[in-house]
């Protein structure tokens, strides 16, 4: 207990110290016009320790090898940035705010990251207003910012700004197409404003980045209800066919895509000679054979027939649907899907290579 108590004497004699430079910080985000001073080998050691300390959790040792390091070099953005961090996950949040605005002075890697926590701290602390602001002002700084845009996005869902998310959020997909949380997101915005098909293409975007997670399970359940297209079954061997005429299609007119997936779900629900999964694949290539160039037109946004019409065609000239059809349903029960991915792993890396290659255009 002694070894203990010394310990956490040690610890508040560094923090007074810190807490001395965090009172000169600037509390308003200017411009970054300073250059930092690079690290020492003994202040790089120091700094590698602490991120060591804050990964297992031990925010309160990291802070103490952080501020030992910054004792002799106040001027590094990452150093003041890790050293934020750990406070932020203490919950210590004026420090971590102070440090953040001294490192948001520096003109270094670290700003987009720094502007990013600076701005989740306010939305943490009540103060969304403050948040959008913070986000705001750091994509002036660096418009092509993914993260910022992400979490813009968010703070605007969280205070019910659904277009306004919805246009920051598409922004981060237009800077980071390999994000899978911009996909979540935009798919959950998509259907705030009843635009299925939009939300079919960013769920199944999503499933293929990220296909087995708690997440992936809430993605798969949209896919599969959009994928039914309003059929709702009306008797023993005929079907009904629902379709929202009040909605807004604020992503572009998608009606005969949403009623022909009707028309094919009702067509695959009857055919009993195949699997669940078959029927899935079916109904996908079938919606990917289609999109055609009139797919989406006569809407507010160009977003989702220039963002995601042209890769799922392209995966259809490619003949990779079967792959990604499977891969997005990996996260599921069915043993169907889990033979084949297990007999499929040369098809399933060439939709992975492709996908990655792949070129993303961008309309707003």
Same mark, same amino acid.
């Given at each position: 207990?002694?070894?203990?108590?010394?310990?956490?004497?040690?610890?508040?004699?560094?923090?007074?110290?810190?807490?001395?430079?965090?009172?000169?910080?600037?509390?308003?985000?200017?411009?970054?016009?300073?250059?930092?001073?690079?690290?020492?080998?003994?202040?790089?050691?120091?700094?590698?320790?602490?991120?060591?300390?804050?990964?297992?959790?031990?925010?309160?040792?990291?802070?103490?090898?952080?501020?030992?390091?910054?004792?002799?070099?106040?001027?590094?953005?990452?150093?003041?940035?890790?050293?934020?961090?750990?406070?932020?996950?203490?919950?210590?949040?004026?420090?971590?705010?102070?440090?953040?605005?001294?490192?948001?002075?520096?003109?270094?890697?670290?700003?987009?990251?720094?502007?990013?926590?600076?701005?989740?701290?306010?939305?943490?602390?009540?103060?969304?207003?403050? =948040?959008?602001?913070?986000?705001?002002?750091?994509?002036?700084?660096?418009?092509?910012?993914?993260?910022?845009?992400?979490?813009?996005?968010?703070?605007?869902?969280?205070?019910?700004?659904?277009?306004?998310?919805?246009?920051?959020?598409?922004?981060? =997909?237009?800077?980071?197409?390999?994000?899978?949380?911009?996909?979540?997101?935009l798919a959950n915005l998509f259907l705030e404003t009843k635009d299925k098909i939009p939300a079919l293409f960013a769920y199944s975007r999503f499933l293929s980045?990220?296909?087995?997670?708690?997440?992936?399970?809430?993605?798969?359940?949209?896919?599969?209800?959009?994928?039914?297209?309003?059929?709702?079954?009306?008797?023993?061997?005929?079907?009904?066919?629902?379709?929202?005429?009040?909605?807004?299609?604020?992503?572009?007119?998608?009606?005969?895509?949403?009623?022909?997936?009707?028309?094919?779900?009702?067509?695959t629900t009857a055919n009993n000679s195949k699997t669940a999964i078959q029927k899935f694949v079916s109904q996908f290539e079938s919606m990917a054979v289609m999109l055609g160039d009139d797919s989406g037109k006569n809407g507010k946004s160009k977003f989702a027939r220039m963002y995601y019409i042209p890769y799922f065609?392209?995966?259809?000239?490619?003949?990779?649907?079967?792959?990604?059809?499977?891969?997005?349903?990996?996260?599921?029960?069915?043993?169907?899907?889990?033979?084949?991915?297990?007999?499929?792993?040369?098809?399933?890396?060439?939709?992975?290579?492709?996908?990655?290659?792949?070129?993303?255009?961008?309309?707003?």
């Amino acid at each position: 207990m002694k070894s203990i108590q010394f310990f956490s004497a040690s610890l508040i004699v560094l923090l007074l110290f810190l807490v001395a430079g965090i009172a000169q910080a600037q509390q308003k985000l200017e411009p970054p016009k300073l250059t930092p001073t690079a690290l020492t080998a003994s202040e790089q050691r120091l700094l590698q320790e602490g991120i060591a300390l804050h990964d297992k959790k031990l925010y309160a040792e990291a802070v103490a090898k952080y501020t030992e390091a910054i004792k002799t070099n106040q001027a590094n953005d990452v150093l003041l940035y890790e050293a934020a961090y750990s406070f932020h996950e203490l919950k210590e949040y004026d420090r971590a705010i102070g440090l953040l605005y001294e490192a948001a002075q520096y003109k270094g890697n670290s700003l987009g990251h720094i502007y990013v926590m600076l701005g989740n701290i306010f939305d943490e602390r009540g103060d969304p207003a403050k =948040a959008i602001e913070t986000y705001q002002f750091g994509l002036k700084q660096l418009p092509k910012e993914g993260g910022l845009y992400y979490n813009l996005a968010i703070t605007l869902y969280r205070q019910k700004r659904v277009d306004e998310a919805k246009k920051a959020a598409k922004q981060s =997909a237009r800077y980071r197409p390999d994000h899978p949380a911009t996909q979540f997101l935009l798919a959950n915005l998509f259907l705030e404003t009843k635009d299925k098909i939009p939300a079919l293409f960013a769920y199944s975007r999503f499933l293929s980045l990220e296909p087995a997670t708690e997440r992936s399970k809430t993605a798969l359940v949209g896919v599969n209800q959009i994928m039914l297209g309003g059929v709702k079954k009306d008797g023993e061997k005929s079907f009904m066919i629902t379709m929202d005429i009040l909605a807004k299609r604020d992503e572009g007119d998608f009606n005969a895509l949403d009623f022909a997936l009707g028309m094919t779900g009702a067509e695959t629900t009857a055919n009993n000679s195949k699997t669940a999964i078959q029927k899935f694949v079916s109904q996908f290539e079938s919606m990917a054979v289609m999109l055609g160039d009139d797919s989406g037109k006569n809407g507010k946004s160009k977003f989702a027939r220039m963002y995601y019409i042209p890769y799922f065609r392209q995966m259809l000239e490619r003949k990779l649907i079967e792959p990604f059809c499977y891969l997005i349903n990996s996260g599921s029960d069915d043993p169907n899907v889990k033979d084949w991915l297990a007999r499929n792993q040369t098809k399933v890396e060439e939709l992975k290579q492709w996908s990655a290659s792949f070129k993303w255009a961008f309309a707003e």
